[in-house]
């Protein structure tokens, strides 16, 4: 193992924010939540990932208002969470910075975790239950008003984006399987 990659514990444990363009050069950010396997160009970096996450959750300008995606049927979660702001708090401040911003499906019920047990893709070490079938993924949650572009962005920044590249537009691509997010 590269001694900068990330390492499945980390990864499932404390959970990543990354970063992708798409053909447009448009920006998507993904929270995978501890719940998703990073695509292997995220993996391969951990200092190239720490860097996007500071520049874009600390750093970048506000540049635009955000609109809400319609994600109650993708957030099981909705009814738990008591505060709907407090959600959209993360996920909105990405949008204001121009960025596409997406949430990933929770699927660590308790009969999700049983299945997992009995099937043997449950990982006791990293209490992470690996999608068998194909249908995890991540939902977009908010948009920007003014989407950003790679040419927005300092040129060290863009660089680092642009080694991720998802082979769909962001904003009319709504939701993005783990299986295909893996191969970018």
Same mark, same amino acid.
């Given at each position: #193992?590269?001694? *900068? %990659?990330?390492?499945?514990?980390?990864?499932?444990?404390?959970?990543? *924010?990354?970063?992708?363009? *798409?053909?447009?050069?448009?920006?998507?950010?993904? *929270?995978?939540?501890?719940?998703?396997?990073?695509?292997?160009?995220?993996?391969?970096?951990? /200092?190239?990932?720490?860097?996007? %996450?500071?520049?874009?959750?600390?750093?970048?300008?506000?540049?635009?208002?955000?609109?809400?995606?319609?994600? /109650?049927?993708?957030?099981?979660?909705? &009814?738990?969470?008591?505060?709907?702001?407090?959600y959209?708090?993360?996920?909105?401040?990405?949008?204001?910075?121009?960025?596409?911003?997406?949430?990933? /499906?929770?699927?660590?019920?308790?009969?999700?975790?049983?299945?997992?047990?009995?099937?043997?893709?449950?990982?006791?070490?990293? /209490?992470?239950?690996?999608?068998?079938?194909?249908?995890?993924?991540?939902?977009?949650?908010?948009?920007?008003?003014?989407?950003?572009?790679?040419?927005?962005?300092?040129?060290?920044?863009?660089? #680092?984006?642009?080694?991720v590249?998802?082979?769909f537009?962001?904003?009319?691509?709504?939701?993005? &399987?783990?299986? %295909?997010? #893996?191969l970018?």
């Amino acid at each position: #193992m590269n001694k *900068d %990659e990330i390492e499945d514990e980390s990864n499932f444990c404390s959970g990543w *924010d990354w970063f992708a363009c *798409d053909a447009e050069g448009r920006i998507g950010h993904f *929270d995978n939540g501890g719940l998703r396997h990073l695509p292997r160009t995220v993996k391969g970096d951990r /200092q190239l990932t720490e860097r996007l %996450e500071e520049y874009f959750l600390e750093e970048a300008p506000d540049r635009c208002g955000y609109r809400v995606h319609d994600v /109650q049927d993708d957030v099981n979660e909705w &009814k738990r969470v008591l505060d709907r702001e407090e959600y959209l708090k993360k996920f909105g401040g990405i949008a204001r910075k121009g960025v596409f911003s997406h949430d990933t /499906q929770n699927i660590r019920g308790r009969e999700e975790a049983e299945a997992a047990k009995r099937l043997g893709v449950f990982s006791a070490e990293t /209490q992470h239950i690996y999608d068998i079938n194909g249908s995890a993924s991540y939902y977009l949650v908010t948009l920007p008003e003014q989407p950003l572009h790679l040419y927005d962005l300092p040129v060290e920044i863009a660089e #680092m984006v642009a080694r991720v590249r998802s082979p769909f537009p962001f904003g009319t691509t709504t939701h993005f &399987k783990e299986s %295909e997010t #893996m191969l970018w």
